[in-house]
């Protein structure tokens, strides 16, 4: 009985978010995906398998480029839930992170001169770390200090494996950081107590409150003043300054053409049509020329947009002739590349070299 009421729980959970033009909107790093694929790898669990009908494939969680909507992770999130049946899994992906886990944002926080400013930094940036949740930083008492995490739609089903996954990787960090011996003073969540409530304090070895009123894990302030060994002046400039970079590189897109350019990227070389990218996304054509149209994007814009692009890299490059670079992005004729990208730019693709040279 249990198992139903969660089903119709998580049905009609999703139902409520799909309403949300944000639900699907394609802007978060896949971190979250890569950790969870990893842990179950290294149990020797199958996982592929979570990834049906997310319009996703694990293999392509090693793109860089890559971006997933909140729709998609929570898709195989909830998957691997149903799949392990395991009740803390949040807990199990979150203690296995490490500032290597975080990318530039871990150097950046690593090579902070102190504890406060390395968690001031993460909070600040935290979106580029692939977080679902948003974070902020908070003063709860003349001597306490507070990460607390806001949940970016009412999404309850999801919401514990949310906080445990954040708040497990913070401590796991923060003991990376300021030393083994690291403790919060509490930990305070707004859901009811699990029925796995010994693993959160076995891990986090802190006074545990559920039923709160927020979610956020409370320090000593004292260590906001703790200086970390690994402080660089100059390379936590670099990498906080990349870091606000990759805020800013594009806004959000909507999903679908997220979809269709990472598609386009890959099979550049075939020329492939509408119909063929709907079909790869198992789609019907008129299907996917109304979604994109619903976000106001036509196909061939984005189809040249994404040509042009991988055209001024590789003539940046500067290894390939302009045939050959014609040919990697679908021209057999010389001549009609030229043709095209000078549309597409306003420039022949040798002036476009000289002007990157």
Known sequence: ??????????????????????????????????????????????????FAGSGLQREQLND?????????????????????????????????????SFGLLGLAMMTSATFGDAMKVGIAHHRV??????VSFEVVAPREVALAVWPRFNDAPLLPFLCEELFASSLAIA?????SNFR??????????????????????????????????????QWLEHP??????????????LCTQ???????????????????????????????????????????????????????EIHDRVRAERALELLHGGTLSVAEIGLEIGFSDPREFRRAFKRWTGMPPRSARQHAA
């Open 1 to 50: 009985m249990s198992a139903v009421i969660s089903h119709v729980t998580d049905d009609t959970a999703s139902a409520q978010l799909s309403a949300d033009a944000r639900f699907t909107v394609a802007e978060t790093p896949p971190n979250i995906l890569v950790h969870l694929t990893q842990l179950a790898l290294s149990r020797g669990q199958r996982c592929d398998g979570w």
């Open 64 to 100: 860089p480029t890559l971006r997933i909507s909140y729709r998609q992770a929570r898709s195989v999130i909830r998957r691997a839930q149903q799949a392990t049946g395991e009740a803390g899994l949040g807990l199990a992906v979150g203690r296995t992170e490490t500032l290597g």
């Open 129 to 134: 770390s692939g977080s679902l949740v948003d």
């Open 175 to 179: 003991r990376e950081l300021a030393g």
């Open 184 to 221: 919060p003073q509490r930990l305070e969540l707004t859901y009811a107590r699990p029925e796995h409530a010994q693993d959160y304090a076995d891990f986090f070895q802190c006074e545990l409150v559920f039923g709160a009123r927020h979610n956020r894990v409370v320090i000593d302030a």
């Open 228 to 241: 970390l060994p690994t402080h660089n002046p100059l390379t936590a400039q670099q990498a906080l300054a």
């Open 246 to 300: 990759q805020h800013d590189i594009e806004g959000p897109q909507q999903e679908i053409v997220a979809s269709v350019e990472r598609l386009l990227r890959s099979h550049l070389r075939h020329q492939p049509r509408l119909p063929d990218v709907a079909r790869m996304l198992n789609m019907s054509e008129r299907s996917l020329r109304r979604r994109l149209a619903e976000g106001g994007r036509v196909f061939r």
